[in-house]
């Protein structure tokens, strides 16, 4: 009994620094941050259970890795593909019935920054939990097979050695290189460019972000929409419609918005600035409604993505009821 409580405490000191990069790893292979945190939890289970057998030719944290990775692959079997509503059909030019939903779609999640947090004794724990978590990726990731998948995160996000990622995965170097050429390929014509994605500074940033807070509370359309860029895109899964152009995301928020409404709370999701939104109910009382994730440049708001989903408020540490 000794033994295995001190092997409890051993492992608990050794393996806890790594479980939110962990569930970061998890998140951008899976799409999903309730299926993410379900994994993390198997993996840790599983690294328990075998602890006793852990030799040390590997790192701890390459060995929880190889379990980490071999679940999500067999999880990928069993599932389907995390979408969002633009990856199913061309853009809607009219608002959809107010209820319209695809439950049976298995939808992207956005990812909590407060999920990574900090470890001050281990801050490369964070830098590797924090990186390569822009939606556009973790969206492009969903339509490579899931060996591929692991290999674009572990070389071209975490910056795992081509031996080290072939020995993980049962791969030679060559197999993981050539892998890693067809995903890139991929993804080049999937992930937008990278100069058409950069941000404003942060003054200028929270300055537009300030601006549309205050426009949707109003539900001052016209103010919204000229913070939007030409070709912004908007879409609100699990409802299965989205909207592309200014005009056609003011049509949309015409119909979904009434003055006094709403009210918006500023928070941070996928390394991108992001908002609980609240919608006031029957009963007068403001109710968790959405995530909302921004993707914002220089020439103003490019993407909006509101995940409809309450469970989701948890994630980020917000109540589902605004007072």
């Not at 009434?258 to 009210?263: A, D, I």
Request: proline content about 7%; overall charge negative; aromatic content about 8%.
């Amino acid at each position: 009994m000794k033994t295995d409580e001190k092997n409890a405490d051993e492992f608990a000191r050794l393996a806890d620094p790594f479980r939110r990069e962990l569930l970061a790893y998890c998140y951008r292979m899976l799409g999903s941050v309730h299926d993410a945190e379900d994994l993390v939890q198997e993996v840790y289970l599983r690294a328990w259970r075998s602890y006793a057998g852990f030799d040390g030719r590997a790192s701890l944290r390459t060995w929880l890795y190889r379990i980490a990775t071999n679940a999500c692959l067999n999880a990928l079997e069993h599932s389907s593909r995390r979408v969002l509503p633009s990856g199913l059909a061309s853009p809607s030019a009219d608002p959809p019935p107010v209820g319209a939903r695809a439950p049976e779609v298995a939808w992207l999640e956005p990812f909590s920054e407060r999920l990574i947090g900090g470890v001050p004794e281990d801050p490369a724990a964070v830098v590797a939990a924090r990186a390569g978590l822009r939606l556009a990726l973790i969206a492009a990731l969903q339509y490579l097979p899931g060996r591929q998948r692991a290999v674009v995160v572990l070389r071209d996000v975490l910056a795992w050695p081509a031996a080290e990622v072939a020995d993980l995965l049962g791969m030679t170097s060559t197999g993981v290189n050539s892998t890693l050429l067809r995903a890139r390929s991929r993804l080049e014509r999937l992930v937008p460019a990278s100069d058409e994605i950069t941000e404003p500074d942060e003054p200028a940033q929270r300055e537009l972000l300030d601006r549309f807070a205050k426009a949707f509370e109003a539900v001052d359309i016209p103010a919204i929409t000229r913070l939007l860029t030409e070709q912004a895109a908007w879409e609100m899964p699990p409802v299965p419609h989205w909207f592309s152009g200014r005009d056609a995301i003011g049509r949309l928020l015409e119909t979904r918005l009434s003055p006094g409404g709403n009210r918006l709370v500023p928070t941070r999701a996928n390394d991108q600035p992001a908002f609980g939104m609240y919608l006031r109910g029957e009963d007068g009382v403001l109710h968790a409604h959405s995530i909302q994730v921004l993707t914002v440049t220089r020439s103003g708001i490019v993407h909006i993505s509101s995940f409809i989903d309450d469970s989701l408020f948890d994630f980020f540490d917000l109540p589902l009821v605004h007072e």
